[in-house]
DNA sequence: AATCCGTGGTC
DNA sequence: TGACCAAGGAT
């Protein structure tokens, strides 16, 4: 064990924060908080994880519950894939390896949700095998260690960060010590205003020694955010408004969402109207237009532009073949939406 | 390899 | 305020 792990050990034990992951060796619970942590700061995470370990204390809760449930339960977190993954792995992991979570990493890392990141994460904490992770932290702690300016998202990047950290990895204490790791990127390493006065590797840094350490690591931009106008059709009737399942290939995927006319622009009423959606819309007659509000919605990679077009109407046949159906407002503890579409009912009924 | 997939926080 | 990013993975 060279100088730095050492350091990096003795700093962990004495600054780590007390987190609930970290009070188990269960792999159902660590590969449960892995899952949950991509991509997700540890604030915004720790709520779910404490709703799905109540929720779903083993494996075999996870895998026996409705997907729809899994679903709601995951609302308001992102990347919905993740809860589809976890609990199609939920599966895997009950008919396959008989509930018991597979314990080598070849296997854990075929689960799905499960990649490098996950798969060395779930060895090294819950089986204390010697696998090094790699995931943001690591990279921003490494770039600047050895001061290396290859790209993170490259391929080489991901090798050369990889075999790295592999090599400083403690094989005596692989899941101690990719914590700590990670933890000195977390709380310390940090991307901007890192408190390199108080870090403890301070002295092995080369890029604190060559003064590069607000320029790592470096990443390839990412392209421009692209726009998205979903004019979004709120038909509501005194009680009741409808509803539709979303499909794949696109954003929230199986999360319920409204009848969506996406066009290149936010259309008006007028525009809207001339839709082949309403021509095709048996009692249309009855649909009565009551005006609209408009939301922007700023994903990581999209920026969406939603208006919502509120129509009442007092009845509305051959809505099933879009696959429409009716619900109410109370009933959406059982039907998992986006944001956006929540932030709207709750504006709409609790100003109504 | 490049793009897609959410939400919320930071500076 | 807009760019960046957070315990990434799938295609």
Redesign the pocket.
């Known amino acids: 064990m060279n100088s730095v792990t050492h350091k990096l050990a003795k700093w962990y034990k004495v600054h780590q924060r007390n ?1 609930p ?2 009070d188990t060796k269960d792999p159902y619970k660590i590969w449960l ?2 899952i949950i ?8 995470g720790t709520p779910y994880y404490y709703k799905f370990v109540e929720q779903y204390p083993t494996v075999r809760d996870l895998e026996v519950a409705p997907i729809d449930e899994v679903l709601k339960l995951w609302q ?6 993740r809860a589809r ?1 976890m609990h199609s792995a939920a599966l895997e992991v009950v008919k396959k390896y008989n509930g018991k979570f597979p314990k080598d990493y070849n296997s854990i890392r075929s689960l ?8 060395a ?1 779930i060895a090294s904490l819950a089986f204390d095998l010697p696998h090094a992770v790699v ?3 690591v990279y ?1 702690v490494l770039s600047r260690l050895y001061n290396i300016d290859t790209p993170i ?4 990047g991901k090798n050369q960060f990889a075999q790295l950290a592999e090599e400083l990895l403690d094989k005596k204490k692989p899941g101690n010590h990719n ?1 700590a790791v ?2 000195l ?2 709380i310390c390493c940090k ?3 890192p408190t390199c006065n108080i870090c403890p590797i301070a002295e092995h840094c080369l890029a604190l020694a060559k003064g590069t350490i607000a320029n790592l690591p470096v ?5 421009p ?2 726009n998205r106008y979903l004019n979004y059709l709120f038909l509501v009737n005194e009680e009741t408004f409808c509803l539709l399942q979303r499909g794949p290939d ?4 199986g999360l319920y969402d409204l009848p969506i006319v996406e066009r290149d622009k936010l259309l008006e009423p007028d525009e809207l109207m001339e839709e082949s959606f309403f021509k095709q819309l048996k009692g249309r007659q009855t649909l009565l237009y009551k005006g609209n509000s408009d939301y922007l ?6 920026n969406l532009h939603a208006r919502f077009h509120i129509f009442f109407y007092k009845s509305l046949a051959s809505l099933n073949k879009f696959g429409i159906f009716e619900t109410t407002f109370k009933n959406m503890q059982s039907h998992a939406i ?3 579409l929540d932030k709207f009912l709750n504006e709409y009924y609790s100003i109504k």
Do not use: C, F
């Open positions: 987190l992951w970290r908080s892995e942590l991509q991509q997700t700061r540890v604030e915004q308001g977190l992102g990347y919905y894939s993954n799905k949700g499960v990649g490098d990141y996950t798969a994460a995931d943001g932290n921003r998202n490259s391929s080489k914590q990670m933890e990127g977390a991307p901007s205003n990443k390839i931009k990412n392209k955010v692209q696109d954003i929230w995927q919605h700023k994903l990581t990679h999209r986006p944001r956006l």
